[in-house]
């Protein structure tokens, strides 16, 4: 069973700080993607990358940045956390596109800014 | 514009029955169409994909129809139960595309 984890299940920081969501998943996925999910806005994707060192914004990357160092791993940073980026963060990983693109989710990052 | 739309009300139905959802979309080309289930406070689980050359997709009590004309999926439930109450979404992978977009998906509620 593919197993994609997320560093924590919540998280509470406070404006302005620095905060890093973790991504790790075994299935060897070369595709991996953050997304956040808001009431009545769905699922939004911040940035996924195809590669190792590659990365692509998705459709709301402002305010986020990201990092793949390992094929495995995909971080997922607030450089400067506001409280209009409160949300359910999730983390998805899948084979290209060949596959039809599954997903393959994490449970989730709940982050609260204060 | 693209969009993707899915019942936003929820849908109340009674264990036995069969449960239906509707997923729309307009000015997309969808190569794939892929169906999720997600509980609260919890991470989609995927279910079941359909390619656009395909009517129909079965799996055990679940059952997806394709129709590229009408520009539509039909997500159904058959023998339903209290278990299957979650949120559920529809995704369409365009061709040339290497992203999913996700429909907000309906709650559906089955009650004993």
New interface residues.
Partial sequence: DVK?TQSSRYLVKRTGEKVFLECVQDMDHE?M?WYRQDP????R?IY?S?DVKMKEK?DIPEGYSVSREKKERFSLILESASTNQTS?Y?C?SSF??SG?????????T?LLVL | SQKIEQNSEALNIQEGKTATLTCNYTNYSPA?L?WYRQDP??????LL?I?ENEKEKRKERLKVTFDTTLKQSLFHITASQPADSATY?C?L?SSG????T????TMLLVSP
Avoid at chain 1, 40 to 43: A, E, P, R
Avoid at chain 1, 100 to 108: C, H, I, K, R, V
Avoid at chain 2, 41 to 46: H, M
Avoid at chain 2, 97 to 100: G, I, K, N, R
């Fill in positions: 994609v595709n993607f009545g806005l769905g699922l994707l996924f195809y998705g359910m999730l998805a290209p596109t039809g693109m599954t997903q393959y989710f994490g449970p989730g709940r | 794939y892929q406070g919890r991470g989609p689980v995927f994909l390619r979404l995704a992978v595309y290497s992203t999913l996700f429909g907000k998906g």
